[in-house]
């Protein structure tokens, strides 16, 4: 062997011939394989493993993408490659170009917060402030454009590096999300997996744009200030009582603390007679015959209500007046104001008719005269 073919075979073996990344770490999203002027031999083993996308760059060009298993580099399997660098007939000189392995893996348990309160507008307690918290998950699903609009030339990309641009993403888009669902302010705790559902659809778009699938979304936690939260749960509770039965009682333990507070055998006695009045109370509160006949007792302490009053349009000088009860139309007639063929109406006839017509006003006419005595 000459000695021009020993230089050959020493300059062939500084070349790459396995083009592989073994990732040892929990928090590498993105490695870019490391060589000298990045160059790889023709026929290079190209190994990718589960869980990973090799993605080609030459001169800042996204090229050849690469799913799991294993592969001899050549210009049958570099297609785009080897358009952008004009390879016609093959080649067999070793070639440049950038490998970026990126991690596929599910990325989970990432934490997300509101840095700041997020202000509500509530139709009963006006404008509030809430914080929320809680976890998500996701993966790369395009891999060659997330090195393009995300990685750039970051040798070792991190997921620290892209949690800080996905947490402001998510605390922008879960604010807009729950200003515009518009539920109660207290319904926000008991809703947090379907809020968690509707904020996940509302933000994939926006992951979608940079090549990465939000797994999952969860809101661990809505809180609010203490003093809105006992406002609520008075609400609550108020809501559900019987708002008699709750004056009663607090009446009652109002007495009894009076009577605690009171010296002497004087004291004694009132605290005795206000127990037994408490006890009292609270039996006939709480008997169930009592309580059953309650609304037929308040019922009958009721009185009826009013019988409506009869009233009459009538018809004067081609115009309608009134409506005037039936002894004004009787002082209406006497004073000949009206007569016998003055059209009246009242609510229930059909049309108008003549005063002499309608059967109750007839007494107007003389028919209360009583007729003359029998002969005897």
């Given at each position: ?200 659809e509302v933000m994939q778009p926006e992951f979608d744009r940079v090549g990465i699938l939000l797994e999952r979304f969860y809101i ?157």
């Amino acid at each position: 062997m000459g000695i021009f073919d020993e230089i050959k075979k020493k300059l062939s073996h500084e070349f790459i011939d396995i083009v592989e990344w073994l990732d040892d770490t929990n928090d590498t999203i993105v490695h870019r394989f490391e060589r000298y002027q990045n160059e790889i031999k023709n026929g290079a083993q190209l190994i990718v493993r589960e869980g990973q996308t090799a993605v080609f760059i030459n001169e800042g060009q996204l090229a050849d993408v690469f799913t799991p298993g294993t592969y001899t580099l050549n210009t049958q399997n570099l297609p785009i490659l080897a358009t952008l660098k004009g390879w016609k007939y093959g080649f067999n000189s070793p070639f440049k170009a950038e490998v970026y392995f990126v991690n596929t893996r599910l990325f989970t348990d990432e934490k997300w917060g509101t840095k700041n309160p997020i202000t509500l507008s509530d139709d009963r307690f006006g404008l509030v402030e809430i914080r929320a918290f809680g976890t998500y998950s996701f993966r790369i699903s395009d891999a060659g454009k997330f090195i393009v609009d995300v990685v750039g030339t970051d040798a070792n990309f991190t997921s620290y590096e892209i949690n800080e641009h996905l947490k402001s993403l998510i605390a922008t888009r879960f604010t807009d999300t729950v200003g515009e669902a518009n539920i109660p302010i207290e319904l926000y705790a008991a809703n947090t997996t379907e809020l968690s559902d509707t904020c996940q659809e509302v933000m994939q778009p926006e992951f979608d744009r940079v090549g990465i699938l939000l797994e999952r979304f969860y809101i661990e936690n809505v809180s609010m200030p203490e003093d809105l939260k006992k406002e609520i749960f008075e609400y609550s509770r108020l809501d559900k009582l019987d708002m008699g039965k709750l004056a009663q009682f607090k009446a009652a333990k109002a007495m009894e603390a009076a009577a605690k507070n009171e010296g002497g055998t004087a004291g004694a006695g009132m605290g005795m007679g206000m127990g037994f009045v408490l006890a009292q109370q609270m039996g006939q509160m709480m008997n169930p015959q009592t309580m059953q006949a309650s609304p037929q007792q308040a019922a009958a302490n009721v009185p009826p209500p009013m019988p409506a009053q009869t009233t009459y349009f009538y018809a004067l000088n081609g115009q309608q007046s009134g409506p005037v009860s039936v002894e004004q139309l009787g002082t209406l007639f006497a004073s000949r104001t009206i007569n016998k063929d003055t059209l009246v109406w009242k609510q229930g006839m059909s049309n108008w008719a003549s005063l002499k017509d309608v059967e109750e006003l007839k007494g107007f006419l003389g028919g209360n005269t009583p007729p003359p005595l029998p002969p005897q």
